[in-house]
């Protein structure tokens, strides 16, 4: 079974795809990783990442791996763990510019097929174009949304408790600013899959966000046996 989650940044996708896969014994793809990593390569060889083709030369050259369970997942670059130097702020912005680059996103995709149909038990992937572009047949499809201050809110919550300087307003201005790339780039926008669940989470928590995709879940295997 391939699972795909789409929404924007700060819509609760990583959380919930993670819940989902730890609940059903599905492999967890968390595929803005995976551009966050190429991102990091690209950084620390002092890389212009305007620059599409060196830049689209190191995703293709690079080794990614995703390692462990759900809630422990190792993102694995070059033999080396970097779970932690993709998380920066710096690294998040650069994935967002590295994201926009076609050829990237044309050998990342292929990358992320070959990990889901490689997987015995089916995956759980998230991000920006699954549902419409890495796996368009995939069996369920999710469109995660909230409002732009919803997602901010959650996004600035998150970082206080994990110690990171910031304010409310630069993260709505930032959050903001990464669904304008998102949804402006010539190469698989973001967008709602025709045949995605689209659910509204700015009113809702990620427990009553999360039993409603079981249950559609659960409904789309039943259908299928």
Known sequence: MIIAIDGPSGAGKSTLGKMLAKNLGLLY???GAMYRAVALAAVRRGIDLADTPLTASVAENVTIE??????????ILDGKAVSSEIRTQEIAEAASVVSTN???????VEHQRQLG???????????????????PDADVKFFITATPEARARRRYEE??????????????????????RDVSRADSPLTIAPDSIV????????????EHMLASVLKAKGEAA
């Open 29 to 31: 793809l968390d595929t």
């Open 66 to 75: 995703l390692r462990g369970e759900p809630d422990s997942l190792q993102i």
């Open 102 to 108: 076609s050829e990237v996103r044309r050998i990342m």
């Open 117 to 135: 149909k490689s997987s015995k038990t089916g995956c759980v992937l998230e991000g920006r174009d699954i549902g419409s572009v890495v796996f």
């Open 159 to 180: 970082d206080i408790l994990k110690g990171r300087t910031t304010t409310y307003e630069q993260t709505l201005a930032e959050i903001n600013q990464r669904d304008e």
């Open 199 to 210: 659910i509204d989470s700015s009113d809702l928590d990620l427990t009553e966000v999360f």
